[in-house]
């Protein structure tokens, strides 16, 4: 809708609302023990989301049009301190304003440019970066590993990519990994398709080796814990492998607070 934030209900209003208003009307109306058991869930969820989470939930967004912004930035960091619940429930509705405005930019810039009013090369691309993404794409959080194929798979079609970081590919996929999960990990490695590999352990090739299989050489990964700094291997998906050097400028170096 076209309101401004502040008009929408706060979830606390919300909770007002359930209690006094819908869940009194329908019980008056007559009501089965499922339904009654349904009623006490989402009341309990409602209070421990306004009473002990009131921080986080009840309040009104500070994002007004994420169309507006050219980058946004999701601060995960600080959810590793709640329960699981919680940050699974920030997780989902961060991934859900993501899939959304990407497909509200892709499908904009799409009909532009299939009506011929907009040179594809001026359409506006939408990009999806995940920093220490160990954190996020894990065998502990199938939902998020799902949400991120899916992504994968249909946002090209809208101009929308992702990119992914990590130091720790042994926290991607551990040698303990659920049997059901792993397919799924295996097929975010075969969908991403450039592939940079900096200077690592013999430990983590063995797993960068495991996830990504033949598309690399043998001799090509037994060179990667051998790269200097400033080293990279570039695998180009059904297209080649090369190694190159990287020099960044100074300005890069310190907007970015570190180096390669």
């Given amino acids: 809708t076209d309101l401004p934030n502040e008009k929408y209900p706060i979830i606390s209003q919300f909770r007002t609302f359930f209690k006094t208003t819908y869940k009194e009307r329908t019980i008056t109306n007559g009501t089965t023990e499922i339904m009654k058991n ?3 869930k989402i009341e309990a969820t409602l209070n421990e989301l306004c009473d002990s989470y009131s921080e986080i939930f009840d309040g009104i967004t500070t994002i007004e049009n994420m169309e507006n912004e050219q980058v946004v930035m999701f601060d995960i960091e600080g959810l590793t301190s709640y329960d699981e619940s919680i940050k699974n429930c920030m997780l989902y ?3 859900q304003l993501i899939w959304a405005q990407a497909i509200k930019n892709g499908r904009k810039y799409k009909n532009l440019v299939e009506s011929g009013e907009l040179d594809e090369k001026y359409a506006k691309r939408f990009m999806f970066f995940i920093d220490e993404c160990h954190n996020l794409i894990n065998s502990n959080d199938e939902d998020v590993v799902e949400f991120i194929v899916k992504f994968q798979k249909e946002m090209r079609k809208f101009m ?4 992914f970081a990590t130091q720790s590919p042994q926290e991607l996929i551990p040698e303990n990994i659920n049997a ?6 295996k097929q975010v490695f075969a969908l991403t398709q450039a592939k940079f590999l900096l ?5 983590d090739v063995s797993v ?3 996830a990504l299989g033949s598309v690399i050489k043998e001799s090509e990964y037994r060179r990667i814990p051998f790269l200097k700094r400033g080293q990279a291997l570039l695998n180009i998906s059904g297209y080649t492998t090369m190694f190159f050097n990287i020099e960044p400028t100074s300005q890069q170096l310190a907007r970015f607070k570190g180096g390669i």
């Fill in 199 to 203: 200077n690592m352990e013999e430990s």
């Fill in 160 to 163: 929308a990519g992702v990119i």
């Fill in 208 to 210: 960068v080796e495991k």
């Fill in 180 to 185: 059901k999960v792993e397919p799924k990990l």
């Fill in 38 to 40: 349904g009623f006490e």
């Fill in 93 to 95: 509705t961060s991934l």
